[in-house]
């Protein structure tokens, strides 16, 4: 069977912001009966800087940074 999921996170801010530095658990990993044929994460606005790495447990972790001035701020996982 397969999947196609996706996630959205937003962000409105009151005030526009000039830095932020975020870090996003959003996409799958793969275990015993579960394969992920693909996923990617969207920023908008577009980082200065997207990192993956993994923990421990082998989840997925994303950091990113923007340091260009924004009042909103998309994340979406696929």
Do not use: W
Not at 27 to 34: A, K, M, S, T, V
């Amino acid at each position: 069977m397969k999947y196609q999921i996706s996630h959205r996170t937003l962000y409105h801010y009151a005030a526009e912001v000039t830095l932020c530095h975020n870090q996003a658990c959003l996409l799958p990993r793969e275990l015993p009966g579960q394969r992920c044929l693909h996923s990617r994460l969207q920023v908008n606005p577009g980082p200065t800087q997207l990192l993956e790495r993994r923990d421990f447990f082998d989840n997925r972790i994303n950091y990113f940074s923007l340091q260009t001035p924004h009042k909103t701020l998309s994340i979406t996982a696929q």
